[in-house]
């Protein structure tokens, strides 16, 4: 048991990085005035293909597993 609450952390700490990375990596459609309610009427939608894809569904797979070893770590 000692062994798994020592891991706990680094293994926090290295899916804490992949999420910043793939979060950062994903591309943005918009500047900065679609904050602010500029560019609504030449919005396109595109749909997600090739390493866009995998790099969106591999932040959702990591940001899932980060939260499930936060839970982890409390129960424990």
Request: charged share 15%; no cysteine.
């Given at each position: 048991m000692a062994l798994v609450e020592s891991l706990f952390?680094?293994?926090?700490?290295?899916?804490?990085?992949l999420l910043i990375a793939g979060i950062l990596l994903q591309?943005?459609?918009?500047?900065?005035?679609?904050?602010?309610?500029?560019?609504?009427?030449?919005?396109?939608?595109?749909?997600?293909?090739g390493a866009e894809k995998v790099i969106f569904q591999g932040t959702i797979v990591v940001a899932v597993l980060f939260v499930l070893s936060a839970i982890l770590a409390l129960v424990i």
């Open positions: 952390p680094i293994i926090q700490l290295i899916l804490g990085s591309q943005r459609g918009t500047g900065l005035g679609g904050a602010f309610g500029g560019e609504t009427e030449t919005q396109n939608f595109n749909t997600r293909r």
